[in-house]
């Protein structure tokens, strides 16, 4: 597969970087953030609460975004969001858990568990659970694994991370990396690690043949019934279909390849 790699996939990024992709209801891509963990010198800089302050962020400058069907000037900032689902790479730890409970998102969904989070997006999610409607209270995102939507290699990550996680705490294999400062050798077993190497890199390349195989079926038969399907919305307006989807799905992947550096400034 020819796909250039980024300078940034070197020594802790020679994986590749968690991300995150905010989607309205009506399946418009608004905006995605990296992990800027190491661009930063931070442990807080995370994916999810990076584009939730961006999202917020470019409403409050008055830019031109918007997302589709809501973000009208009356609407509070407290509901602005509850359309919205966001796709990570990693399960969210309690931090940005938190941030997109504040945020009013409507769900998370992640390709791998994460064991170090101790499962704080399903506790969340039980104990701000609301049938009331006259309550106003905070309500947690609804976590959604990849297993549970049928992503394929779900399962296959998560023993790939337990694997690696076994060999460095025996210090059997590589070490993770080596230190910048002293050339000595560093085994960790954080998942995150386990993401930036090149067996996780090598997994996440497979999903762009099969995206491209996807986008050539529905180009071949653009009228079939698989290719036009759209959820219905509760509010009546019409979802992108399943070739919409793949198209601006693709829009944005070549766009992220070409203009969505780490670090940088970015726009979808």
């Known amino acids: 597969i020819n ?17 995150a992709i905010a989607v309205d209801a009506r399946g418009h891509i608004i905006d995605f953030e990296f992990n ?3 661009i930063f010198n931070s442990s807080i800089e995370h994916a999810e609460s990076r584009l939730l302050r961006r999202i917020f962020s470019l409403r409050q400058v008055l830019d031109a975004w918007n997302v589709h069907g809501v973000g009208e000037p009356d609407q509070s900032y407290g509901t602005l969001l509850g359309g919205v689902s966001i796709y990570t790479t990693l399960e969210s730890c309690a931090q940005c858990s938190g941030i997109m409970t504040l ?3 409507k769900e998370i969904v992640y390709l791998q568990p994460d064991p170090s989070v101790y499962g704080i997006g399903n506790i969340l999610r039980r104990l701000s659970k609301n049938d009331d409607p006259r309550v106003t209270y905070l309500q947690a995102p609804l976590p959604v694994s990849g297993a549970s939507i049928g992503l394929s290699g779900y399962d296959e990550m998560a023993e790939a991370f337990l694997q690696f996680e076994a060999a460095q705490r025996a210090r059997t294999g590589g ?5 910048g400062d002293t050339g000595e050798e560093r085994f960790t077993d954080n998942i995150t690690s386990f993401l930036c190497t090149e067996p996780a890199h090598a997994f996440f390349l497979r999903g762009w043949p099969e995206l491209k195989a996807l986008e ?11 290719a036009q399907y759209r959820p219905a919305l509760p509010d009546e ?4 279909s399943n070739h919409e989807a ?7 992947y070549r766009y992220v390849r070409t203009k969505g550096d780490r670090g940088t400034p970015h726009r979808v």
Do not use: C, W
């Open 216 to 226: 050539e079926t529905y180009v071949a038969d653009p009228d079939a019934p698989t």
């Open 246 to 252: 793949v198209e601006r799905a693709m829009a944005f």
């Open 237 to 240: 307006t019409q979802a992108l």
């Open 103 to 105: 945020a009013g998102v």
């Open 36 to 38: 800027h963990n190491e």
């Open 3 to 19: 796909i250039e790699r980024s300078p940034f996939l070197r020594e802790s990024y020679r994986g590749h970087n968690i991300a």
């Open 175 to 179: 070490a993770f990396k080596l230190d």
